[in-house]
């Protein structure tokens, strides 16, 4: 009989070094408390609180119905799909691509891991624009690079600049990635700032951008403007897009890059050796999204403006909530440091993610720390929910915070 110890479980160095998604884990802690019978309003995950259209959802029908669509599909996508994007490209982002430059995967987060993975190599450096979306930097880390921040500012609405860019360029810098309209800020950048991007990047012909434009359609300013639309950056460009937010399809997993034609072979050769193919009927639905009826999408657009004016009206209400009016997406990213070193007289709150934990504790509201987007004095608030639960919330948030002192 062996009477040794046993060891620990051995998991890898690159997954037990991992961070969890903090998005995923407040949703799981608010899941906790449902359970427990306790109704918490969720403003923590960027999921639209609107159902698919209901035409998109009839077009998975017909497919499954027509029963052409039950094998495996083409590793990069179903033809028609890849010739329906670059209709979209040419029309609202005057980029014109080929079918062969264009690889649709289970979502703009695979597509953004199949990019980093065929670029990076161990020790690259890769340029974030901070706050960032939560994963940049776990997906940086997982393929050996090292990530290299560049800060925007509540005051310049969250958005690093040119200049800023053009500092952090050494001679290990690989890849840039950046998103707009942005997750954590819903910051947008206008084409005087796209522009000063671009010429910053011509200079380093080395150096390839992944440009996150899950949000494009979730935009305030009237005109969304595409890195790879600058004829210098067309061929260092991967664009990254999807379904999930424009069309509040995040269940059916869709996204897709469109690049120089070697780069979406490399993705396409990654990802047929891990997923393969995204599923048949969501790329059904996809086709149907972007072939058929638009304004179910521009409607849910204009309802997020009319939430976020009623947001930004109850953040002021609230002593001590610095913030800023986005301009894209439906998060609002104030800082709170005010409350760091307030207490209750039980809870003193610390840093961000305490102040997430008092109000998940206290007032049952599930927020996100800023600290998994790379600004530890900020939080990401959802306003992807209704009116009665946007203003039940921040009720309870004021009342809440006013006990800190």
Not at 12 to 17: E, L, V
Not at 316 to 345: V, W
Request: aromatic share 10%; net charge negative; charged share 20%.
């Amino acid at each position: 009989m062996n009477s040794s110890v046993a060891s620990p479980q051995p998991v890898s160095h690159r997954i037990s070094n991992l961070a969890e998604s903090a998005t995923l884990a407040m949703a799981a802690k608010a899941r906790e408390y449902r359970a427990q019978g306790i109704d918490v309003i969720a403003l923590s995950l960027g999921e639209p609180d609107f159902k698919t259209p209901k035409h998109i959802c009839e077009g998975a029908k017909r497919a499954i119905d027509e029963g052409k669509y039950f094998s495996y599909p083409p590793v990069n996508g179903y033809l028609d799909l890849r010739e329906a994007i670059c209709d979209k490209l040419q029309r609202d982002n005057n980029i014109e691509y080929g079918a062969d430059q264009i690889v649709v995967s289970n979502g703009a987060k695979q597509s953004i891991a199949n990019a980093m993975f065929s670029l990076v190599n161990p020790g690259d450096e890769v340029i974030v624009f901070s706050p960032y979306w939560v994963s940049y930097a776990a997906i940086i880390q997982l393929a050996e690079g090292q990530p290299v921040f560049i800060e925007g500012t509540i005051e310049n609405e969250f958005k690093a600049t040119a200049a800023q860019l053009e500092a952090a360029i050494t001679s290990k810098t690989n890849v840039v990635i950046y998103s707009s309209p942005s997750n954590p800020t819903g910051g947008v950048f206008s084409r005087d700032e796209m522009s000063d991007i671009a010429g910053v990047l011509a200079n380093h012909p080395e150096i390839y951008v992944i440009a996150d434009e899950i949000y494009e359609y979730i935009n305030y300013t009237g005109e969304h403007v595409s890195l790879a639309s600058f004829p210098e950056m067309y061929d260092r460009t991967i664009t990254v897009n999807g379904f999930a937010k424009g069309f509040a399809m995040t269940g059916w997993r869709v996204g897709y890059i469109a690049a120089p034609k070697w780069i979406a072979k490399a993705c396409a050769k990654m990802q047929g050796q891990i997923t393969s193919a995204n599923c048949s009927i969501a790329q059904r639905a996809a086709l149907t999204a972007l072939t058929e009826d638009m304004s179910p999408t521009h409607a849910m657009t204009e309802e997020y403006l009319r939430r976020r004016g009623l947001v930004f009206e109850l953040l002021q209400e609230i002593p001590g909530i610095k913030t800023n009016l986005p301009k894209g997406a439906f998060y609002f990213f104030p800082d709170i440091s005010a409350y760091f070193g307030k207490s209750d007289g039980k809870t003193t709150i610390t840093n961000s993610d305490d102040f997430c934990l008092y109000l998940l504790d206290e007032a049952h509201v599930a927020l996100v720390t800023g600290a998994a987007f790379g600004a530890p004095n900020c939080v990401r608030i959802s306003y992807a929910a209704s009116e009665e639960n946007l203003r039940k919330a921040f009720s309870k948030i004021k009342e809440v915070l006013a006990r800190l002192a």
